[in-house]
């Protein structure tokens, strides 16, 4: 179950008092100001909080709200780890914001120092232990995911056991139509995948559950733990960020965890 809470969405899940997490929206709360290259049209691809330097909008605007969210959390600006993602399996341990590090996931047993991970379709993995000392951002698109990118970021955890992970927006399956290549590249890892692929009408392609793909590769690391995982990024257009709705130019929102 997920909950939206001052137009941003926050996770229902038994994480400790000390842990805050957070993903953002389109539209931000009413006490935060979001700017964009076409704030004024509605409904436009930018509109009205993109977080992403990587997609054509104005550099001083993405900063704009980049600041805002900073002020949102109390947390410096420099304390947010953005993250240059590649759909690559390089997870780093988070550090100041300068500069971005090319990876696809960070984590840290640091207070008042933000994982980041950004995305628009690929999902949002948010991670953190039970005692809340030790949090994980992972960004898991296909690619990602058949690189075992989850594997290797529950590893990175000290007891398996002890993890507990939420499923954050992301494609659902019956939007996310794929080919022979993504069938078999999670064939290959675990016939259990197959699951998560149902036929599609067009030859030799499947409509795949992305978000069960990462369930799958949770449990078979020792995750006992599994929320979220019920939103749709291509249908909820009020919210969400979609570059398979919106093409190239698709703003991106910003999953967050961080120890308080």
């Given at each position: 179950m997920i909950q939206a809470k001052a137009g941003w969405v926050t996770p229902i899940w038994p994480a400790p008092s000390n842990i805050q997490a957070i993903v953002t929206s389109r539209q931000p709360p009413l006490s935060v100001m979001?700017?964009?290259?076409?704030?004024?049209?509605?409904?436009?691809?930018?509109?009205?909080?993109?977080?992403?330097?990587?997609?054509?909008?104005?550099?001083p605007k993405i900063q704009q709200n980049r600041q805002s969210l900073s002020s949102y959390l109390g947390i410096p600006s420099d304390r947010l780890?953005?993250?240059?993602?590649?759909?690559?399996?390089?997870?780093i341990t988070?550090?100041?914001?300068?500069?971005p590090f090319q990876a696809d996931g960070c984590d840290t047993e640091e207070k008042d120092l933000a994982c980041v991970v950004m995305t628009a379709d690929c999902l949002p993995v948010l991670l953190c232990n039970k005692s809340g000392t030790?949090?994980?951002?992972?960004?898991?698109?296909?690619?990602?995911?058949a690189s075992g990118i989850l594997t290797k970021a529950i590893q990175r955890f000290s007891e398996a056991e002890e993890v507990i992970a939420w499923?954050?927006?992301?494609?659902?399956?019956?939007h996310f139509e794929v080919g022979r290549d993504v069938y078999q590249a999670f064939?290959?890892?675990?016939?259990?995948?197959k699951s998560?692929?149902?036929?599609?009408?067009?030859?030799?392609?499947?409509?795949?559950?992305?978000?069960?793909?990462?369930?799958?590769?949770?449990?078979?690391?020792?995750?006992?733990?599994?929320?979220?995982?019920?939103?749709?990024?291509?249908?909820?257009?009020?919210?969400?960020y979609s570059y398979r709705r919106d093409g190239a130019q698709s703003g991106r929102m910003a999953s967050i965890i961080v120890i308080k």
């Open positions: 979001g700017e964009s290259k076409h704030k004024l049209i509605h409904h436009s691809t930018y509109d009205s909080f993109n977080l992403a330097t990587h997609v054509d909008d104005q550099f780890c953005w993250l240059e993602q590649v759909h690559g399996q390089n997870i988070a550090k100041n914001n300068t500069p030790r949090v994980s951002a992972i960004h898991a698109g296909w690619r990602g995911l499923l954050g927006p992301a494609i659902s399956q019956k064939m290959k890892i675990d016939t259990d995948s998560a692929f149902i036929p599609a009408k067009g030859k030799e392609k499947w409509m795949a559950d992305i978000y069960q793909l990462a369930r799958l590769q949770l449990q078979a690391a020792g995750v006992v733990g599994i929320y979220g995982g019920d939103l749709c990024t291509v249908e909820d257009t009020e919210r969400f």
